[in-house]
């Protein structure tokens, strides 16, 4: 491997002092044509290298944005974490990573460690279990912008991109009851989860506009394990009522109630029951026999690029000057095994 001269050399080749050498390389009119000449002759004949991450030290920046997810392992969060990668590459950004695996207390200290390592921006999807943002407040005393996209906080002091999940919910609604189900069950994620109070309060919406009364019956509650899903559907199939349809958090939790109905009920998938999600997995196109009727789909990607566009517009800026912004983008409800989309509207 070829040997990089460093600024240091060049000066001690030269004879000159590195403040003659950086001026010349940066054409600054203080250094004559002929010196500036020899000087830039010389970088090349022994393959100088400017450091870059010395030059970004010094005008306050890293080119570095950090991202926090729950899971990188859940298609939703890679799809993001892949939009958000993009967008970055494109303007010279690195990105690094870290997982909170939905635990508050992990985030925080992601947070304190992306904090060290001066990164210029902070993309996050909250944990389950976050229930106040101060660790992310605290970033702006550092002039270091903080995006939430998907698992937002419901405040709006913050700068945000997130999905529709309340029309969503509703469009899920029109979904079911145009299918002629009217025992509906709702398979919530954690009450503190501002994406758990806009579903339900989309699907009750929903169904209030149509004068039905909720079974509040129906409600089960899922820490999103396995084992909390599972808990949830033997209370919700225990009820007078049955339902005949269920919407569950998302795509992974369906997946386990369903497997919940398969092992320990007689009911059919699809048939005596039926269940809607959110996110549209892409794995979904390949269980034909067992996947939910319709999923929102979210748009991961187009939430990550967005998120990270919402950075460049705010990285030259004092963030005490910039007024918070929330981004929404809209959702489509996708039907299994019919090439039709609704939009939500």
């Given at each position: 491997m070829a040997h990089t001269t460093t600024i240091k050399e060049l000066a001690r080749l030269l004879h000159v002092s590195i403040s003659t050498v950086s001026r010349a390389l940066n054409d600054h009119p203080s250094i004559g044509t002929a010196t500036k000449e020899r000087i830039k002759k010389l970088a090349v004949d022994t393959n100088y290298q400017p450091n870059i991450a010395a030059i970004q030290f010094k005008k306050g920046r890293t080119m570095t944005i950090g991202v926090i997810v729950p899971e990188l392992s859940e298609t939703f969060f890679s799809t993001a974490v892949s939009g958000i990668e993009d967008v970055a590459m494109q303007n010279g950004y690195n990105v690094i990573f870290g997982q909170s695996h939905n635990d508050g207390e992990k985030e925080r200290q992601i947070v304190e460690s992306f904090k060290k390592n001066r990164i210029d921006c902070l993309l996050v999807s909250l944990s389950k279990t976050t229930r106040n943002i101060n660790h992310f407040k605290e970033?702006?005393?550092?002039?270091?912008?903080?995006?939430?996209?998907?698992?937002?906080?419901?405040?709006?002091?913050?700068?945000?991109?997130?999905c529709d999940l309340y029309k969503a919910s509703m469009n899920i609604a029109d979904f079911l009851w145009s299918e002629g189900h009217r025992d509906i069950a709702l398979l919530k994620g954690p009450n503190c989860m501002t994406s758990t109070t806009e579903r339900m309060r989309g699907f009750m919406d929903g169904l209030i506009k149509r004068k039905v009364k909720t079974d509040a019956s129906l409600f089960g509650i899922t820490d999103l394990s396995k084992e909390g899903t599972y808990d949830a559907m033997k209370d919700i199939l225990s009820q007078k009522n049955r339902p005949t349809a269920v919407i569950?958090?998302?795509?992974?939790?369906?997946?386990?109630?369903?497997?919940y109905v398969h092992e320990y009920t007689s009911l059919k998938i699809n048939k005596d029951?039926?269940?809607?999600?959110?996110?549209?997995n892409p794995v979904l196109g390949y269980l034909r026999h067992f996947s939910p009727a319709a999923s929102v789909e979210q748009f991961p990607y187009r939430q990550g690029q967005l998120a990270m566009e919402m950075f460049l517009e705010l990285k030259d800026k004092d963030l005490n000057e910039c007024s918070p912004k929330?981004?929404?983008?809209?959702?489509?409800?996708?039907?299994?095994?019919?090439?039709k989309h609704i939009a939500v509207a």
């Open positions: 970033l702006s005393h550092f002039n270091i912008p903080v995006i939430f996209f998907d698992r937002v906080p419901n405040q709006k002091d913050v700068f945000s991109v997130s569950a958090f998302n795509d992974y939790v369906a997946l386990d109630a369903m497997e029951i039926i269940f809607v999600s959110y996110a549209n929330q981004v929404v983008v809209d959702a489509e409800l996708i039907l299994a095994n019919k090439a």
